[in-house]
């Protein structure tokens, strides 16, 4: 007779450091969804993996058993003509790169069903900023998400009860246990999405910084190195580019103020450069993963175009109309993005130059503001936030403000006013010329995926 290991008693083992063997581990998920693992125990098996990690073995065993624990998509018959491409960001401040890329990557001739999360800590989510669209269907169906991805060439929805319904659990208790910074449990909630939505290729933003999951390089790189790893023993095509996260992405942060920042970039209203370099780094990685460019420069190419001709922002229209958001949108953001009532110009103590920013900081503030989570349940405010935000090197003065705060309340306001001020140091001279936000790119050689994450 066989005696079943209770989840209690494979939390312990891994307490204690054992390895866990496939099946084990594909019992817990299977208690994850169908709820025999209380979010007690989810929360202390979340843990116990932060404190002890797992091999790569055990963080695929995890990886594929959170992704059959829903539908896994297969495109192979839905002759879409195309390549079905992904891009995932580990989560930074003023990211909204997702909401550019894919209808970027759709239009140069791929294909690109994004399963995106929610904000988790100080870093927004890119499932949030679509949130804040009125009518934007966030968790459709299966069949719609699909159409939609035959429409637009990309859809951007977050989990439902049928992809990686594991996850969607196990992600919303990480995002208020501080075990949001495990590197086995990013890699598997990460790759499980993916791999359920049927990709051909994937390339991942690992963001670098205060503003980051991961604050080093050195944590960064053995991310990078885990998710290359273990997206290789499930097969997965995978190349990792490492960006800076010590401020902002854009010049906003919020959902639906990044939101508009995502459709001027688009429309060539405005375009940050750094976002603007991020973006078409990870969109021609994606163009030749996909076979779509045969060439860096030639995928670099093919990425302004899509922009220059308004290729990319037509895609971009499509996508929002097909889950069910304003037609109209790109046309008038104003009229259907929310906007808040309070807007506060944030002056600094003194004139001078931005030295540094706590992109950390910056994030909490915007949580504390309503713009994301404290507890799983909140509610997020999509029209609080900061615009204009400088960044080092920029000058500021009473005439140039740090940033403006869109909050509910002067109160609300004036408290977050004076948290940046203390986020942002200035000085008399502008800190060194900082280099490209792209700091690396990592595709781990074939035979490297044993060891530990």
Wanted: some cysteine.
């Amino acid at each position: 007779m066989t005696t079943r290991v209770t989840p209690g008693e494979l939390i312990r083992r891994k307490r204690d450091g054992a390895i866990l063997t496939e099946a084990e581990i594909a019992g817990l998920v299977a208690g994850i969804v169908d709820g025999a693992m209380s979010d007690a125990q989810i929360a202390a098996f979340a843990m116990a993996v932060c404190f002890r990690g797992m091999t790569r073995e055990e963080c695929a065993a995890l990886t594929l058993a959170m992704t059959r624990s829903g539908t896994v998509i297969d495109w192979s018959t839905a002759d879409l003509g195309g390549p079905i491409l992904d891009k995932h960001s580990t989560g930074g401040v003023g990211d909204n790169v997702s909401l550019i890329l894919a209808p970027v990557v759709a239009a140069c001739g791929g294909f690109v069903p994004m399963i995106s999360g929610r904000g988790l800590g100080h870093t927004g989510g890119t499932l949030d900023k679509l949130g804040s669209i009125p009518g934007y269907d966030t968790v459709p169906d299966l069949a719609r998400f699909q159409r939609a991805v035959r429409a637009a060439g990309c859809a951007i929805v977050g989990q439902t009860a049928e992809l990686a319904p594991a996850d969607g659990r196990l992600y919303a208790i990480r995002d208020v246990t501080a075990t949001a910074d495990s590197i086995p449990l990013i890699t598997a909630s990460i790759l499980s999405k993916k791999l359920a939505a049927g990709l051909d290729a994937l390339v991942m933003d690992v963001k670098v910084g205060s503003g980051a999951l991961t604050t080093s390089i050195e944590t960064a790189t053995l991310l990078a190195e885990s998710l290359l790893a273990v997206a290789e023993i499930t097969g997965l095509r995978t190349v990792a580019l490492l960006t800076d996260m010590t401020r902002a992405l854009g010049h906003d942060v919020g959902n639906a103020l990044e939101t508009r920042e995502a459709i001027d970039f688009l429309t060539g209203r405005r375009r940050d450069v750094r976002l603007h370099a991020v973006t078409a780094a990870l969109a021609a990685e994606l163009l030749v993963l996909g076979g779509l460019a045969g060439d860096h420069v030639e995928a670099a190419a093919a990425v302004e175009r899509s922009l220059a001709s308004g290729a990319a922002a037509e895609r971009f229209a499509r996508m929002v109309a097909a889950l069910g958001g304003p037609a109209d949108l790109v046309e008038r953001p104003d009229r259907h993005l929310a906007q808040a009532p309070v807007r506060l110009a944030v002056v600094p103590d003194r004139a001078g130059v931005v030295t540094h920013v706590d992109a950390r900081a910056v994030g909490l503030l915007v949580v504390r503001l309503g713009g994301g989570r404290e507890r799983a349940e909140d509610d997020v405010d999509p029209a609080v936030g900061l615009s204009d935000v400088r960044g080092p090197g920029d000058a500021v003065s009473a005439e140039r403000p740090i940033a403006v705060v869109h909050a509910r309340s002067e109160a609300d306001a004036e408290s977050a006013a004076a948290t940046l001020r203390r986020a942002v140091k200035i000085g008399d001279e502008p800190p060194a010329a900082a280099g490209s936000p792209v700091l690396r790119r990592i595709d781990v050689p074939r035979g490297r995926s044993r060891g530990s994450v």
